[in-house]
């Protein structure tokens, strides 16, 4: 029997010395968009599933509040108010309200722990979520913004800006959803958050801004769902000021980026306690 030094065999003891002693080399970080799209894409099939009735209760909440201020509003401008606002509430129930519960019961269950220990951007994780969750407003906004038109004599030629209203405004109203379910200590304060912020748009949405008090409309101001409902309504008219349109979008698009980011921000903090 022939004898082979150790030191010669790949396997040996010191050849698992070296390999130990040098730094392991770790796998290439996931890239933004495609981890984005496979958050998208997973948040959008569980929303599927899940949220179908409360899409159904959002957009017959929504039609109910039409119907019952078809007999109290007597202007065109109320219509229109009213008509904008019933159907951006329906983005606000669903990507404000439903994304603070989500990011409220993921924190306590532990489910940020899942996405922490994959090699996944957290912007990626937010920004996924929020999208999917602004997506699925689509049916019950397009339902809604048809059904007051028709209901209130309103145009349907301008229903193509709700291809805007929609992902802008759904994009700030989602970042604060976000934001509020990843600070909340407890699923229960973030399902209040939510609450709150849904009942915020509903009624300083929903409700003509002339009939408001001048401490009322400021607090109007401070909701970014405003400027979609606005956006919204000035094209009712027989010839939109688009300069308005556009700043209002604009508006929506600011406080988007910048709720995104303080959601992004709060993942991160409540990822690592």
């Given at each position: 029997m022939s004898?082979?030094?150790?030191?010669?065999?790949?396997g040996?003891a010191?050849?698992?010395?070296?390999?130990?002693?040098?730094?392991?080399?770790?796998?290439?970080?996931a890239?933004?968009?495609?981890?984005?799209?496979?958050?998208?894409?997973?948040?959008?099939?569980?929303?599927?599933?899940?949220?179908?009735?409360?899409?159904?209760?959002?957009t017959?909440?929504s039609?109910?509040?039409?119907?019952?201020?078809?007999?109290?509003?007597?202007?065109?401008?109320?219509a229109?108010?009213v008509?904008?606002?019933?159907?951006?509430?329906?983005?606000?129930?669903?990507?404000?309200?439903l994304?603070?519960?989500?990011?409220?019961?993921?924190?306590?269950s532990?489910?940020?722990?899942?996405?922490?220990?994959?090699?996944?951007?957290?912007?990626?994780?937010?920004?996924?979520?929020?999208?999917?969750?602004?997506?699925?407003?689509v049916?019950?906004?397009?339902?809604?913004?048809?059904?007051?038109?028709?209901?209130?004599?309103?145009p349907?030629?301008?229903?193509?800006?709700?291809?805007?209203?929609?992902?802008?405004?759904?994009?700030?109203?989602?970042?604060?959803?976000?934001?509020?379910?990843?600070?909340?200590s407890?699923?229960?304060?973030?399902?209040?958050?939510?609450?709150?912020?849904?009942?915020a748009?509903?009624?300083l949405g929903?409700l003509?801004?002339?009939?408001m008090?001048e401490?009322?409309?400021?607090?109007?101001?401070?909701?970014?769902?405003?400027y979609?409902?606005?956006?919204?309504?000035r094209?009712?008219?027989?010839?939109?000021?688009?300069?308005?349109?556009?700043?209002?979008?604009?508006?929506?698009?600011?406080?988007?980026?910048?709720?995104l980011?303080?959601?992004?921000?709060?993942?991160?903090?409540?990822?690592?306690?």
């Open positions: 004898v082979v030094p150790a030191e010669v065999l790949p040996g010191l050849a698992v010395e070296d390999t130990a002693g040098g730094a392991a080399e770790l796998a290439p970080a890239r933004f968009w495609p981890s984005l799209v496979a958050v998208y894409r997973a948040q959008l099939s569980r929303a599927r599933v899940a949220r179908i009735p409360l899409l159904f209760v959002a017959f909440q039609v109910g509040i039409m119907i019952m201020m078809r007999g109290v509003v007597d202007t065109r401008p109320e229109q108010s008509v904008a606002g019933s159907s951006v509430v329906v983005v606000a129930y669903v990507a404000l309200n994304l603070a519960q989500y990011f409220g019961q993921l924190r306590a532990g489910g940020l722990d899942h996405y922490a220990t994959l090699p996944v951007p957290p912007a990626a994780v937010v920004l996924g979520a929020a999208g999917a969750y602004a997506s699925f407003t049916p019950g906004t397009l339902v809604t913004a048809v059904f007051g038109c028709v209901l209130f004599g309103l349907l030629t301008n229903l193509w800006i709700l291809a805007l209203v929609i992902p802008l405004a759904g994009a700030a109203l989602s970042g604060l959803g976000a934001a509020c379910g990843l600070l909340a407890r699923p229960e304060l973030a399902t209040l958050l939510g609450q709150l912020g849904m009942s748009a509903l009624l929903v003509p801004p002339d009939r008090p401490p009322v409309r400021l607090a109007r101001d401070l909701l970014p769902s405003t979609g409902v606005e956006a919204y309504a094209t009712f008219g027989a010839r939109p000021d688009w300069a308005f349109v556009g700043a209002d979008l604009g508006v929506c698009a600011g406080v988007g980026v910048v709720s980011a303080v959601a992004t921000w709060a993942y991160r903090r409540a990822a690592v306690r």
